[in-house]
C-alpha cells in the first residue's frame, strides 16, 4: 500500500515568518514529488514540483527531497495571511502513466 | 488556456438515487483522471483515462461508480445508486507531461463538483 504521511495540523505561524510543512512516503520507487495549495472550498492548485535529491526555489517558496529518507518538504518563506489553506503533499509513483496519491494535507493558519 | 471545466458544481440527491458529473478537459490533454475529495482528506483517485483507455481503475467501486471518455475528450462519472457515504467533492483533473523531467505528470484540477447524499 503506497502511502503519503503528513500532518494534519493546524500549523500556526505569525505573519513574516517561515512555515514549514513536511511530508513522508512509503515507497522508494516514488519518481516525483508534487505541493499542492487547497484554499477552503477550492480545488487544488500546484505550486511547485520536484524529482531530484536537494532544494528547489520558486520565489518564497523551496521544496526539499531527501529520497534516502523519503521525506519531502515545503519551504514558504515570509509567510503572509494569504497563505492561510490546507497544502498538500502528492507523490507520483509511476513515471508518465502514473497518477499522484495524496496525502490528508497540512492546515496551515498565519496569523496578522 | 482554458482550463478543466466541471459541472455541476452542486447537486444534492437522496440516497439510493444516481447523479453524473461531466468534465472536459484541457485542450490537448491526453490525460484524465476523476478524483473524490471527502472532507478533510486529501483527494483519492477513482479512474485514470489515457485517451480514450482506462489506465487505472483500481479504486473504482465498479459495483455504483462507472466512467466513461468518448473519442478521448470530455469524461463523465456516473454513481448508481449513491449512498451515504459518496458524499464529496468528485475532481476532475487533466495532464500532459512534463519534457525534460523523469515523466512526472502535472495535473490541473477543475472546480470540482459537490455531492451531498441525504
Known amino acids: 500500500q503506497k502511502e503519503v504521511e503528513q500532518n494534519s495540523g493546524p500549523l500556526s505561524v505569525p505573519e513574516g515568518a517561515i512555515a514549514s510543512l513536511n511530508c513522508t512516503y512509503s515507497d522508494r520507487g516514488s519518481q516525483s514529488f508534487f505541493w499542492y495549495r487547497q484554499y477552503s472550498g477550492k480545488s487544488p492548485e500546484l505550486i511547485m514540483f520536484i524529482y531530484s535529491n536537494g532544494d528547489k526555489e520558486d520565489g518564497r517558496f523551496t521544496a526539499q527531497l531527501n529520497k534516502a529518507s523519503q521525506y519531502v518538504s515545503l519551504l514558504i518563506r515570509d509567510s503572509q495571511p494569504s497563505d492561510s489553506a490546507t497544502y498538500l503533499c502528492a507523490v507520483n509513483y509511476g513515471g508518465s502513466q502514473g497518477n499522484l496519491i495524496f496525502g490528508k494535507g497540512t492546515k496551515l493558519s498565519v496569523k496578522p | 488556456e482554458a482550463g478543466v471545466a466541471q459541472s455541476p458544481r452542486y447537486k444534492i440527491i437522496e440516497k439510493r438515487q444516481s447523479v453524473a458529473f461531466w468534465c472536459n478537459p484541457i485542450s490537448g490533454h491526453a490525460t484524465l483522471y476523476w478524483y473524490q475529495q471527502i472532507l478533510g482528506q486529501g483527494p483519492k483517485l477513482l479512474i485514470q483515462?489515457?485517451?480514450?483507455?482506462?489506465?487505472?481503475d483500481s479504486q473504482l467501486p465498479k459495483d455504483r461508480f462507472s466512467a466513461e471518455r468518448l473519442k478521448g475528450v470530455d469524461s463523465t462519472l456516473k454513481i448508481q445508486p449513491a449512498k451515504l457515504e459518496d458524499s464529496a467533492v468528485y475532481l476532475c483533473?487533466?495532464?500532459?507531461?512534463?519534457?525534460?523531467?523523469?515523466?512526472?505528470?502535472?495535473?490541473?484540477f477543475g472546480a470540482g463538483s459537490r455531492l451531498t447524499v441525504l
Open positions: 483515462f489515457q485517451n480514450n483507455g482506462v489506465v487505472d
Open positions: 483533473a487533466s495532464s500532459s507531461v512534463f519534457r525534460g523531467s523523469s515523466g512526472a505528470n502535472v495535473l490541473t
